[in-house]
């Protein structure tokens, strides 16, 4: 029996789009400039340009919302809105540093790993305004005040790589991956 697709099956849609927030047009003519860029046909991509702006970005749409495509991007978004992220990674950032060691997911351990080092790094250098950054970052201006007494001694010499990531069993309930990360 063959795999048929019928007329109501939705599909996602891939393409270019002038605005994430604009309303949804019918199909209008091809993006002109990308042949020439890759090669191929605008039109058997699926790109296209909504609204009258001559700006456009690429995304899909899957289900009525429209989700950017994420190539080349380093920042893990551990499936949470901008500000909830920043949040998160900064009470991680300060219980690390409070006490040492914490269990987490990998990719919550992966994503605090850079962090973490820059308050570390802060420490090491010293001065007045770099102990600002990191009071900036970190909740407890009691942690970074012990973290800058105690970082120049114990990571002095150290060129980086302050923390260590060891995996641990998978979670219990819905299998994610989990690490225990702490300080060197």
Known sequence: MAFVMSAQTVMPTVGVRARANAPRAAPTRAVAALPEMTGMSA???GLRRDGSEGVASFGVEAGGKWFMISHGKKVARLHRPADQRKALLRNLTTDLLRYGRITTTMARAKAMRKP???IIKLGVDGGEHK???AEAYVFDK????AVFEAAPGRYGDRPGGYTRIVRTLRRRGDNAEMAIIELV
């Open 142 to 145: 009691d942690l970074v005040a």
């Open 131 to 133: 102990k600002r950054q």
């Open 43 to 45: 039109h058997s991509l």
């Open 116 to 118: 973490v080092e820059h």
